[in-house]
Nanobody, 126 residues
Framework: QVQLVESGGGLVQPGGSLRLSCAASGFGLEYYAIGWFRQVPGKEREGVSHIDSAGSNTIYADSVKGRFTISRDNAKKTVYLQMNSLKPEDTAVYYC???????????????????WGQGTQVTVSS
């Protein structure tokens, strides 16, 4: 059974931090790029950050550069999103997704990702 399970979301005050985790099972995570996406009701899904299969290269949306850090531990089959200096506009459901790659590529579009987690809610509010 292929699964991606997000955790770590919750309610946090502006300026606070959260670390999201995405635990993979049922497939070889080391062959997949991972993306973090977020979505607010009524708005288009946004790519937040992406990492290649080896963890050598990363991509960040302009809105989160300098505040968020994506990383992975293939031995633990887990990908992380460290979120610092959180803002109310970061409030969304956050999803992790996996895309099979040749090892060097980092897909950006949601339709390039074949496996998706169930999402975890992040709410930033005072």
């Amino acid at each position: 059974q292929v699964q991606l399970v997000e955790s770590g979301g919750g309610l946090v005050q502006p300026g606070g931090s959260l670390r999201l985790s995405c635990a993979a099972s049922g497939f070889g995570l080391e062959y997949y790029a991972i993306g973090w996406f977020r979505q607010v009701p009524g708005k288009e899904r946004e790519g937040v950050s992406h990492i290649d299969s080896a963890g050598s290269n990363t991509i960040y949306a302009d809105s989160v550069k300098g505040r968020f850090t994506i990383s992975r531990d293939n031995a633990k089959k887990t990908v992380y999103l460290q979120m610092n200096s959180l803002k109310p506009e970061d409030t969304a459901v956050y999803y992790c997704a996996a895309a099979l790659t040749a090892g060097w590529g980092i897909p950006r579009r949601g339709d390039e990702y074949g496996y998706w987690g169930q999402g975890t809610q992040v709410t930033v509010s005072s």
